[in-house]
């Protein structure tokens, strides 16, 4: 589920392009560093490690362990100086615990995970930090100064030296990490300068704001929404009063969601994630009933039809459109209108909504990465091709923009700044799908 821990960084970066050329770090000097190389392989690949080991093996366990564990990356030869091979594969396959330590800044989705390393037929678990940085002090490369700064939660962004890299300085290490200081009503995000000695410790040593926005979205359809159109005195109100009907419809479409991941055996922390998008949606749809009736708007209830649970199949080619697509399109559009309603009340509920919003549309891409190898090749293409078409079908919506009274009210984008929105939100779904 890595992949939906990206989910708002990369929709702030698609915003902040959108808006204008992306800000670069002026107040700390970059040069002289070098770029981290993505690849779940540099965790490991540059230590040397107190004593000798045939192997190490990165593990993915989840939040508190209660997800399927999943290898990140290996390095060496596993049981390479094993007396018993079979023994020892066996005991690795067996190593798990309920701890674990955090690599990075934890911003929705909090992933914790675990070292297993092998000498010879003796296995062990670390699932601390300072057992990790036991095993690899002195710090004396650059990949272990990275592993530090990670291990106390900064974020190294890999190939762009504007926001992570390392260089050598005196006896330790210099590193570039980034970190949300503020992650609702304004998103704030820091780069830092930081020192790393032998020992791992990390002291930050300059820092400078590098991202300061806003952000918010509408919720996702359900199966058997019927269609309704929205009414009201003023073209506000009316568009208003059918946010607060999608929003409201956003709560069956949760509740539906959540009993089909417990019908199909998913774990249980996408279980409760649904469960919370549910409860949010409540208050949401209250919220956006409130701002259409003071633009006029006349709210109706949605209708929604009660489905049967639905198959594997199925429930991935809504959520890659509704969630992966649109639901997150939703959140960029959000965020924009944050910036640029004029009505202060809108701005005010689209500060309060931002945070529920963006942890959705993770959670959206967390359920696609946890069904897509439940699918055959088949149904994997018929996912991927209903999300490309609903990119390109969202993409010409948004370059048509909207009523200049709902630009000007409401903050919604117009057709130049729609056409940048699109041409950078669908870089990004391919980025996350790939």
């Known amino acids: 589920m890595a992949r939906s821990n990206r989910v708002g960084r990369i929709l702030r970066h698609v915003l902040s392009l959108s808006i204008a050329p992306a800000a670069v770090a002026c107040g700390i000097d970059t040069d002289g560093f070098t770029a981290i190389t993505c690849g779940n392989d540099r965790h490991l690949s540059d230590l040397r490690t107190a004593e000798e080991l045939d192997y190490m093996e990165l593990i993915n366990i989840g939040e508190g362990g209660s997800d399927e564990p999943r290898v990140v990356t290996t390095f060496g030869d596993k049981c390479g100086s094993a007396s018993n091979v079979a023994m020892c594969e066996a005991a690795i396959a067996a190593a798990t615990s309920a701890q674990g330590f955090r690599i990075g800044q934890c911003v929705d989705f909090c992933p914790r995970h675990i070292l297993v390393t092998n000498k010879g037929d003796e296995v062990k678990v670390l699932d601390t930090k300072e057992a990790v940085l036991a095993l690899i002090r002195p710090i004396d490369t650059a990949g272990e ?9 900064y974020q190294i962004i890999c190939n762009n030296t504007d926001e992570g890299g390392v260089r050598a ?6 590193v570039l990490g980034t970190r949300y200081t503020e992650i609702c009503d304004p998103i704030e995000r820091e780069l ?22 806003s952000g918010a979205c509408i919720g996702r359809r359900p199966a058997g929404l019927a269609r309704r159109k929205a009414r009201g005195s003023t073209r506000v109100g009316a568009y208003l009063a059918s946010v607060a009907r999608l929003e409201a419809a956003s709560v069956d479409a949760f509740e539906a969601l959540a009993a089909e991941l417990v019908h199909h055996g998913a774990p249980r922390a996408l279980i409760e994630r649904a469960d919370i998008a549910r409860r949010d949606e409540v208050r949401h749809a209250r919220v956006m009933r409130r701002l259409a009736s003071r633009h006029g708007g006349q709210f109706r209830a949605p209708s929604v ?9 199925a429930i991935a080619l809504d959520n890659a459109v509704e969630g992966c697509v649109r639901e997150t399109f939703g959140v960029l559009v959000g965020m924009w ?4 309603a004029k009505d202060p009340a809108v701005r005010r509920a689209m500060h309060r909504i931002a945070l529920d919003e963006a942890r ?3 959670l959206a891409w967390a359920i696609d990465e946890w069904i897509r190898p439940r699918l055959d090749a088949a149904a994997r293409e018929r996912v991927e091709a209903a999300r490309r078409n609903t990119l390109e ?5 948004a ?3 909207n009523d200049p009274e709902l630009v000007s009210t409401l903050g919604l984008p117009d057709a130049p700044a729609g056409e940048r929105l699109a041409r950078h939100f669908k870089e990004a779904v391919l980025a996350l799908a790939a």
């Open 145 to 153: 100064a990275v592993l530090a700064a990670e291990l106390a939660e």
């Open 169 to 174: 300085s005196g006896s330790g290490f210099d």
């Open 393 to 397: 079908i969202v993409a010409a919506e």
């Open 305 to 313: 039809a009660k489905q049967a649970p639905r198959s594997l199949e």
């Open 192 to 213: 830092y300068l930081l020192d790393i000695n032998a020992d791992g410790n990390v002291q930050e040593i300059d820092s400078e704001v590098i991202e300061s926005e």
């Open 337 to 340: 209108q944050a910036r640029a």
């Open 360 to 362: 959705h549309a993770s």
């Open 399 to 401: 370059r048509a923009g």
